[in-house]
């Protein structure tokens, strides 16, 4: 599975962002997709999944009530609104798949190129 992000930026506290992920390959595969976050120094997160017939999603406890994720299959793309952001939010952002049940997922199998968030005033 091939994944590519986009969408990251600068932006003050408070602001919104949409990170946008295109998704091709074997696609039969996959159950979930989803974003993860490394920021520098820091451990890698696992911040949002969601099934691929998008009947289910599972988020962060850090981002729960921010952030939305959702997809459109027709695209086989998945989308990351990001909403109230903060400064601890600043992090590389990747777009993931796995073949996984979302039930306790923790972190993707296939991962692309990250999209870089940055949070500042």
């Known amino acids: 599975v091939q994944l590519q992000a986009s969408g990251g930026g600068l932006v003050q506290p408070g602001g919104s962002l949409r990170l946008s992920c295109a998704a091709s390959g074997m696609m039969f595969t996959i159950n979930v997709l989803g974003w993860y976050r490394q920021a520098p120094g820091k451990e890698g997160e696992f911040v949002a999944g969601?099934?691929?017939?998008?009947?289910?999603?599972k988020y962060a406890y850090s981002v729960k009530g921010r952030f939305t994720i959702s997809l459109d299959d027709a695209k086989n793309a998945v989308y990351l609104q990001m909403d109230g952001l903060k400064p601890e939010d600043t992090a590389v952002y990747y777009c993931g798949a796995t073949p996984r049940t979302i039930d306790g997922l923790e972190r993707f199998d296939s991962w692309g190129r990250g999209t870089q968030v940055t949070v500042s005033s």
């Open positions: 969601i099934t691929l017939n998008g009947d289910r999603t």
